[in-house]
């Protein structure tokens, strides 16, 4: 049991060694918020940054009822402004409202500079208020207290020393726990990773569970395959390797750098970050950039790899559920598009961000898109796909063949040549206004024969347009409308199109790009809607019909589609025309 004594001078050589020990621990100096100076006091420390740089940080503070972690956070947000400015040991004048962000962001609890003594000194500016700049925990400032008044015992004293040091170290440890938890999250999302490469390693020995197995799974698991099925590198790979959408996204923000200097961007669906990337290097002051699949740890070290982790945030996450460090962005970019533009429905999630996080008169990228629909004269494209059933290695397998009441529509990459009708467009989406509802759709179609041909197929495909301001007006329905520009007939055509619709002339004019035949091939390729029976076209012929798209029922990443048509032949005939329908589905 031990005792404790006192000796006329206060208190015996064990308490001396006690006090060594603390003044050890206590007495390291603090560095200032704003410059190099330094104060074994944070009420000195404080002092002088009021006096030099123009904060009250005891006043503002109290002012603004700061809770110990509120202050933690401000004392790194602070540092974390130093460390990326070197004139900061300037700043005059600095003050907080109560505002900010970042008074409630969990990322300023981690100490901005190793071993920052400031952090476990704040409790001490509840002490003691009132008292002098020397009435700190140290012992020899409570002996001065006592000869000052005279009133306070010794133990009382003693008391609330220990009490004040237990008070710092129950932060300390809290501080501590924050930082083990930090730490822990970040290793479970790598077990994570690591556990999913291991099972998308084996997938292909696992057995099939059986129809009735998986019949009870919910939505939340197709979402998860969604999500999952991104997680890899080799679709990022095909991503990153057209040409055409990648280098359209990059020419429109390296040509724009007026545009994205100094603003805060959303990146939404990073994957591998490389528009985050491309809009750090074109000056944004911040980007944030959100996916929910693993691929976002990998874009994450390629951020880090390419020292842009001072600029670039990554949020791992559906857009839908996350709150963002900001609570606006000036610029949304998005690599949203599937096949058919709308498949795996991926533009929801950007209207849910524009939404929610666009700044009034923000920008997104792409800012408007297009499908377009023709017809195709194929006949190696049927004899590859159709009647290669008709003999298989010298065996028959018609039961292959699309025999049901659904067809399924077909991707593959579709020669300029085979098209044999003119385009029309049936879907036109301002991504500044539009909402969910307008991505079901229903349109008329007028399409012409440009050649005598047996029509095997009706073609979908998209384009995307990029513009300087979301404000932008459009181009006309007309303009839209207009032929494919091809060969000879583009300078001649050049004087009938605007600056507005440039998009749509051949690609090194393009303010965006295309995905149809006429064009460059890309990854999204084109959408093949073949028809149960050709059509015998003569040149000038007319397919008029209805276009409806709808998100599945079962599934509302995929496409259920109808297209009601009628062959009308440009030579008279009194014969009624025939509408036909045939339903169609995109998996």
Same mark, same amino acid.
């Given at each position: 049991?031990?005792? $404790?004594? &006192? =000796? %006329? ?67 790194? &947000? ?19 409202? *109560? ?13 901005? #500079? ?15 208020? =009132?008292?002098?700049?020397? @009435? ?9 207290? !006592? ?8 133990? @009382? ?6 009490? +004040? ?10 501080? /501590? ?6 730490? =822990? ?23 099939? /569970?059986? +129809?009735?197995?998986?019949? *009870? ?7 998860? &395959? ?7 590198? %080799? ?48 000056? +944004?002051? /911040? ?13 994450? +070290? ?11 945030? !990554? ?17 949304? #970019? ?12 991926? !533009?929801?999630?950007? $209207? ?20 377009? $629909? ?23 397998? @018609? ?23 003119? /385009? ?35 073609? *979908? ?12 007006? *459009? ?55 073949? $028809? ?38 440009? =030579? ?16």
């Amino acid at each position: 049991m031990s005792v $404790l004594s &006192y =000796s %006329e001078s206060g208190f015996d050589t064990q308490d001396d060694r006690w006090d060594d020990w603390e003044d050890e621990e206590m007495n390291t100096p603090m560095k200032c918020l704003f410059c190099a100076h330094s104060s074994q006091s944070p009420i000195v420390l404080f002092r002088h940054v009021k006096q030099a740089h123009g904060f009250d940080f005891p006043k503002t503070r109290a002012a603004l009822g700061l809770d110990f972690y509120q202050s933690m956070r401000v004392v790194n &947000y602070i540092r974390t402004l130093g460390l990326n400015d070197s004139n900061f040991e300037h700043v005059s004048g600095f003050t907080i409202d *109560g505002t900010e962000a970042f008074l409630n962001d969990d990322a300023y609890l981690k100490p901005a #500079i190793a071993d920052d003594n400031l952090l476990y000194a704040l409790d001490e500016l509840d002490l003691d208020d =009132s008292a002098s700049v020397g @009435s700190t925990s140290r012992v020899g400032s409570l002996s001065r207290s !006592l000869k000052a008044d005279g009133h306070e015992s010794l133990e @009382s004293l003693r008391e609330r020393e220990l009490t +004040a040091r237990i008070r710092t170290l129950e932060h300390q440890l809290g501080l /501590r726990e924050r930082e083990v938890k930090f730490v =822990s999250e970040q290793f479970d999302e790598y077990k994570q990773m690591v556990k999913q490469q291991f099972y998308d390693s084996i997938d292909d020995d696992a057995p099939t /569970r059986p +129809a009735e197995e998986t019949a *009870g799974c919910d939505e939340a698991d197709g979402s998860n &395959y969604y999500f999952n099925s991104y997680a890899g590198n %080799e679709i990022h790979m095909q991503m990153l390797q057209d040409k055409v959408r990648t280098e359209g996204y990059r020419d429109f923000i390296y040509d724009n750098k007026d545009v994205f200097k100094g603003k805060v961007v959303l990146d939404v669906g990073c994957g591998t970050g490389i528009l985050s990337m491309f809009a750090a290097r074109a000056g +944004a002051a /911040r980007v944030i950039a959100v996916d929910n699949s693993d691929i976002i740890h990998k874009a994450r +070290a390629n951020v880090i790899e390419n020292k842009l982790e001072d600029i670039i945030t !990554l949020v791992k996450g559906k857009i839908e559920d996350l709150e963002l460090p900001v609570p606006r962005v000036d610029i949304i #970019i998005s690599e949203w598009m599937g096949y058919f533009l709308l498949f795996e429905a991926m !533009l929801d999630s950007v $209207l849910v961000a524009r939404d929610r996080f666009l700044a009034p008169g923000g920008l997104l990228a792409p800012s408007a898109s297009y499908i377009y $629909l023709t017809a195709i004269s194929d006949e190696e494209y049927i004899n590859d796909q159709i009647n290669y059933w008709d003999s298989v290695y010298g065996f028959k397998m @018609s039961a292959m063949k699309a025999t049901g009441p659904v067809i399924d529509a077909d991707v593959d990459v579709v020669p300029a040549a085979a098209v044999a009708a003119s /385009r029309a467009l049936i879907a036109e989406i301002d991504h500044g206004t539009a909402t969910p509802a307008v991505l079901d759709f229903d349109s008329a179609f007028s399409l012409v024969a440009t050649r005598d041909s047996t029509i095997h197929a009706f073609l *979908g495909y998209f384009d995307v347009a990029f513009a300087r301001s979301q404000a932008a007006p *459009g181009p006309s329905h007309a303009e839209l409308s207009l032929p494919v520009c091809e060969g000879g007939d583009c300078a001649a055509r050049s004087a009938q199109v605007s600056a507005k619709a440039l998009w749509r002339q051949p690609e090194a004019s393009m303010n965006g790009f295309t995905t149809g035949p006429h064009g460059t091939s890309t990854h999204w390729k084109q959408t093949v809607f073949v $028809l149960r029976e050709p059509i015998q076209a003569k040149q000038g012929d007319e397919i008029r019909g209805q276009f409806t798209c709808r998100k599945s029922a079962t599934n509302p990443r995929e496409l259920d589609m109808v297209i009601s048509y009628c062959h009308m032949p440009a =030579s008279s005939s009194d014969a009624p025309a025939v509408t036909k329908q045939l339903s169609y589905q995109l998996r």
